[in-house]
């Protein structure tokens, strides 16, 4: 669990690392994103959904190589999450890794 103080100094909000993430991701704050994925993920290492998020804060960050990476355990935890090939397959098509990318848009046709 997280606790958040409000600016005011006066209103405290607990939730979860993975809810942290979430929230530091959605105001565009991915170095902070990613620390708290990283803590859900220490929290419980099987959630795809904190490897997808984490991955697409570090795309944010153009760390695509560890981005990638992220996908890819997505997929392990995950296999039938469609969005985490599309993701990882426009990284690969981005680094001109045609073959990696055609073989994860053939998964998203299947």
């Given at each position: 669990?997280?606790s958040l103080?409000?600016?005011d100094g006066?209103t405290?909000?607990?939730m979860?690392?993975?809810e942290?993430g979430?929230?530091?991701?959605?105001?565009?704050?991915?170095?902070?994103?990613?620390k708290?994925?990283s803590?859900?993920?220490v929290?419980?290492p099987n959630n795809?959904k904190?490897?997808k998020l984490?991955?697409?804060?570090?795309?944010?960050?153009?760390?695509?190589?560890?981005?990638i990476s992220?996908?890819?355990?997505?997929?392990v935890l995950?296999p039938?999450?469609?969005?985490a090939y599309l993701l990882?397959?426009?990284?690969k098509?981005?680094?001109?890794?045609?073959?990696?990318?055609?073989?994860?848009f053939?998964k998203?046709?299947?």
């Open positions: 669990m997280v103080i409000s600016l006066k405290q909000t607990k979860s690392s993975f942290a979430v929230l530091h991701a959605n105001n565009k704050d991915h170095t902070l994103a990613i708290f994925f803590s859900a993920i929290e419980n795809f904190a490897y984490r991955g697409s804060s570090k795309r944010s960050l153009f760390d695509y190589k560890g981005a992220d996908y890819s355990r997505a997929i995950n039938k999450d469609t969005s990882r397959g426009v990284l098509s981005n680094l001109e890794d045609y073959r990696g990318a055609i073989v994860d053939t998203l046709l299947n």
